[in-house]
Nanobody, 124 residues
Framework: QVQLVESGGGLVQTGGSLRLSCAAS????????MGWFRQAPGKERDFVAV????????YYADSVKGRFTISRDNAKNTVYLQMNSLKPEDTAVYYC?????????????????WGQGTQVTVSS
């Protein structure tokens, strides 16, 4: 069992930055690929980024490539999402998730554990 708790969301102006954190419980954090997803009101949950267990493989959605950076610290059981140059269309609830699937995947169906989400609002 893995419990995930996101933090770092908030309200920011267009062009601003936020850093999301996701703290995981348990001793098996390093055995999971970690992903970030987001869901805007009335829309489906969309993939944002994934990082492999060791951090050696990273993949981003085209919509955030070049603006967002995913990273992880296995010693701290934490995954991060640095978000720069934020746009109003980035407004959503952001979720971190853990996946045991190999290779690392962008499909939410392959994620085993989810956090409760943190709201990110970008004002224009």
């Amino acid at each position: 069992q893995v419990q995930l708790v996101e933090s770092g969301g908030g309200l920011v102006q267009t062009g601003g930055s936020l850093r999301l954190s996701c703290a995981a419980s348990g001793r098996t954090f390093s055995t999971y690929a970690m992903g970030w997803f987001r869901q805007a009101p009335g829309k489906e949950r969309d993939f944002v980024a994934v990082i492999s267990r060791s951090g050696g493989y990273i993949y981003y959605a085209d919509s955030v490539k070049g603006r967002f950076t995913i990273s992880r610290d296995n010693a701290k059981n934490t995954v991060y999402l640095q978000m720069n140059s934020l746009k109003p269309e980035d407004t959503a609830v952001y979720y971190c998730a853990a996946s045991a699937a190999l290779p690392p995947t962008d499909s939410f169906k392959n994620y085993d554990y989810w956090g409760q989400g943190t709201q990110v609002t970008v004002s224009s």
